[in-house]
């Protein structure tokens, strides 16, 4: 499990963090939704431990991240948004890196390749940035690593790709992993996630599984916002309504719902009255 605790972080005279605390759980995929500039690729870099907080602890089963002991980088991996490679082929950056790995598999990584459509012998400096985008993904799969962080992974991804990449990280995840991947893009991840964290303004709005979720509120189309609703947006054709949900004595929902928007979450979430987070919390 991943502990934070009062998380303090600034930089350029700019505070980030002022305090944060949260926590993200064993064998979970979270989605980490923020808007451009949110702290989201911050928190990316201080869990895998390539930026010390200035403030507060983050705590890995037990390992400080900062502190870089090869035990625990054996076990975590980051994908940046961007990625500056070396001049040399994909395959022989894999060989030379995965070495130093305990879980990595080259068979995978072959794998991972193909179904990319990555040619490994092809120079990176060479690749289009979403091929260069597809090679490192890949090969962080390979590596069979137990926290995979991801700062926008469909960046630069065409549509087939990020289906595939959707199938990849289905199939990866499981008990004992645990993938946080970050995205303004929330459409890319709302069918891969089981746990939506929000953050903005350096701020955690909502943490919680979506199953949690699905407990406690429902989404609801309407021809005009529904009174006392959590939270309405105008779409395409009427509102779509966030509203607590509510049992009959049977324990059946008393209206049906259509499956959690995670867009219109989001908007919640960010856009709301700034305590749509609490208010899902508790709406049990």
Request: proline share 4%; net charge negative.
């Amino acid at each position: 499990m991943i502990r934070i605790d009062e998380l303090m972080f600034s930089y350029g005279g700019r505070c980030v963090y002022d305090g944060l605390s949260t926590y993200f759980e064993t064998g979970a995929v979270y989605g980490l939704l923020g808007k451009n500039g949110a702290g989201k690729t911050t928190l990316l870099r201080l869990i895998a431990g390539l930026t010390e907080c200035s403030g507060g602890k983050i705590d890995i089963d037990g390992e400080i991240p900062s502190k870089r002991r090869p035990e625990l980088l054996d076990r975590l991996y980051f994908v940046p948004e961007t990625f500056s490679a070396p001049d040399i082929p994909v395959i022989d950056y894999a060989t030379n890196i995965g070495m130093f790995y305990s879980g990595y598999d080259a068979d995978a990584f072959d794998r991972y390749l193909k179904e990319f459509e990555v040619d490994p012998h092809q120079r990176f400096r060479r690749l289009s940035f979403g091929q260069r985008k597809k090679a490192i993904i890949a090969f962080a799969l390979s590596l069979n690593t137990s926290l995979l962080l991801l700062d926008e992974p469909g960046n630069g991804l065409d549509i087939p790709s990020k289906l595939t990449l959707r199938r990849m990280l289905s199939e990866y995840s499981g008990p004992g992993r645990t993938v946080i991947l970050s995205t303004h893009q929330v459409r890319d991840v709302e069918d891969i996630v089981d746990h939506i964290a929000v953050i903005d303004r350096g701020r955690l709005l909502l943490n919680m599984s979506t199953e949690d979720i699905g407990r406690r509120i429902m989404f609801m189309t309407s021809d005009c916002a529904i009174h006392g609703a959590l939270f309405s947006e105008r779409v395409t054709g009427g509102f779509v309504n966030i509203l607590r949900k509510s049992m009959d004595d049977d324990g059946e929902p008393t209206r049906k719902s259509r499956k959690i928007d995670m867009e219109i979450l989001f908007n919640a979430c960010v856009n709301g009255n700034g305590n749509f987070g609490k208010e899902v919390e508790y709406a049990l």
